[in-house]
């Protein structure tokens, strides 16, 4: 019953495009580019946040080294949010791309902005395989 559901779901009615398989219709693709729009006005709202957070928590009562590197997450975080949005038009491999940075921001300042705030220096020891995937990100872009 249930995979009935997801193919009543992911199919389209499309004549003029039929298939061996189930004619009249045609498998549509669950995830599109466009999710990586939908990703990125999260992102940019939730970096937003994270930094009108981070200026309350901090103030006062956090340290020169905490401050930097929450503010290196937030940089990070904006630049790679605004690079998602154009994945889905510019990007040859587009799902890849957007996987990628989708990935190393989540890893990448997720890690930095929860050793900050915590203060837990072993999630500092993720962080560079998140730089892996935004480097990763970049380089898929570019070829």
């Known amino acids: ?12 009615n499309i004549p003029e495009k039929q298939t061996a398989a ?5 498998v549509a693709p669950i995830v599109t580019v466009d999710v990586f ?3 990125a006005g999260i992102s940019g709202a939730l970096a ?9 928590i901090f103030q006062g009562t956090a340290t020169t080294e905490q401050m930097i590197a929450y503010s290196i997450a937030q ?3 904006l630049v790679h949010t605004v ?9 040859r491999r587009p799902m890849l791309v957007g996987a990628l940075m989708t990935l190393g921001m989540l890893v990448f300042s997720g890690s930095i902005y929860i050793t900050a705030v ?3 220096p072993w999630t500092a ?19």
């Open 48 to 56: 937003v946040a994270l930094g009108a957070y981070g200026f309350h």
């Open 75 to 77: 940089v990070y975080h």
């Open 118 to 120: 915590f203060e837990t």
């Open 37 to 39: 729009v939908r990703i």
């Open 125 to 143: 020891r993720i962080t560079p395989f998140g730089g892996m995937f935004l480097i990763s990100s970049w380089a898929s872009a570019a070829f």
């Open 83 to 91: 690079a998602l949005l154009a994945v889905s038009k510019f990007a």
């Open 22 to 26: 189930f004619p009249g219709k045609i």
């Open 1 to 12: 019953r249930l995979g009935h559901v997801i193919y009543k779901m992911a199919t389209v």
